[in-house]
T-cell receptor, first 111, second 108 residues
Framework: ETGVTQSPTHLIKTRGQQVTLRCSSQ?????VSWYQQALGQGPQFIFQ???????GRGNFPPRFSGLQFPNYSSELNVNALELDDSALYLC??????????FGPGTRLTVT | GIQVEQSPPDLILQEGANSTLRCNFS?????LQWFHQNPWGQLINLFY???GTKQNGRLSATTVATERYSLLYISSSQTTDSGVYFC??????????FGAGTTVTVRA
């Protein structure tokens, strides 16, 4: 059984640029959730995708957007990057709305 | 949204000691998970425990849903137990709300 994977591991971008982060869900899971974790804080919910539809969104601006593909993998896109977007981005997969399993994360640095 | 409070914020233990971490939450939940975040940032699932008691080796957890709290017990702590422990909950929805975490340091 393959766990949740994320790419890339690390990323450095300049303010104003756009970034795409990728997540492959665990085998058998149909739901993907994205979280942002700033240094020293707990993860904050960005949004969730269930069977390719957005199934809920946290308090993040529209420049944070996402997609889920038919194989249940997912992308997180962030436009017009700001310095405060520097964080660890975590993807979690689950079967419906049950126990969530997290990937290793993508560490984004915006300069 | 649901508020999650974890205590203590920091815990320093001598190897071999036992400890209890607490998680209080502000509303009824249908999902409660405990995680250990390793130094590289990955969240490792410890327990899925919306109610009741579970044990896994030296770790055990109890959730008293009616009183809105959960406890994580670490027995005979080892240096590899060091890290940040998070409690996360959700209520009839889709998102996990996390506490601020408890940073555990186990000294040899």
């Amino acid at each position: 059984e393959t766990g949740v994977t994320q790419s890339p591991t690390h990323l450095i971008k300049t303010r104003g640029q756009q970034v795409t982060l990728r997540c492959s869900s665990q085998s058998g899971h149909n739901t993907v959730s994205w979280y942002q974790q700033a240094l020293g804080q707990g993860p904050q919910f960005i949004f969730q995708y269930y069977r390719e539809e957005e199934n809920g969104r946290g308090n993040f601006p529209p420049r944070f957007s996402g997609l889920q593909f038919p194989n249940y993998s997912s992308e997180l896109n962030v436009n017009a990057l700001e310095l405060d977007d520097s964080a660890l981005y975590l993807c979690a997969s689950s079967l419906d709305i049950h126990e969530q399993y997290f990937g290793p994360g993508t560490r984004l640095t915006v300069t | 949204g649901i508020q999650v409070e974890q205590s203590p914020p920091d815990l320093i233990l001598q190897e071999g000691a036992n400890s209890t971490l607490r998680c209080n939450f502000s509303d009824s939940v249908n999902n409660l998970q405990w995680f250990h975040q390793n130094p590289w940032g990955q969240l490792i699932n410890l327990f899925y425990i919306p109610s009741g008691t579970k044990q896994n080796g030296r770790l055990s957890a109890t959730t008293v849903a009616t009183e809105r709290y959960s406890l994580l017990y670490i027995s005979s702590s080892q240096t590899t137990d060091s890290g940040v422990y998070f409690c996360a909950v959700s209520a009839n929805d889709y998102k996990l709300s996390f506490g601020a975490g408890t940073t555990v340091t186990v000294r040899a």
